[in-house]
């Protein structure tokens, strides 16, 4: 947690609060609620605003390193061009649901 303050400048804290916290839905409940009362049991304010997203599913499982079940975006990005797959990333990236790998496996 405290990564969080040092890399805003912790004591001095120039680039705190965020204006928008990103984060993963399988912990929200953790910056939704337990963070912001670390931070005002500090005398810290909290983000302004969290946004949530999805995650990418393989398999029907949330792609994770330490699961090992990740698509090299830098195959995609030579099978598709940059902008191809930057476009895929957010067309099909969206907050309010899961996304699966399939295009992006596809050469």
């Known amino acids: ?14 680039l ?4 928008c916290q990103v984060i993963g839905k399988d912990i929200l409940r953790f910056h939704g609620i337990y963070w ?6 500090a005398g810290l304010e909290p983000p302004r605003s969290i946004l949530c997203h999805s ?13 090992g079940n990740v698509v090299d975006p830098f195959d995609r990005m030579k099978a598709y061009s940059c902008d191809g797959f930057r476009y ?14 399939l295009f992006i496996l596809i050469v």
């Open 1 to 14: 947690m405290v990564n969080y303050l040092t890399v805003s400048g912790y004591p001095d804290l120039q």
């Open 36 to 41: 912001p009362a670390f931070l005002m049991a």
């Open 16 to 19: 705190w609060p965020p204006d």
């Open 55 to 67: 995650h990418w599913l393989k398999d029907d499982l949330k792609m994770s390193k330490s699961k």
């Open 88 to 101: 895929f990333l957010l067309r099909e990236g969206t907050p309010h649901s899961d996304s699966s790998e």
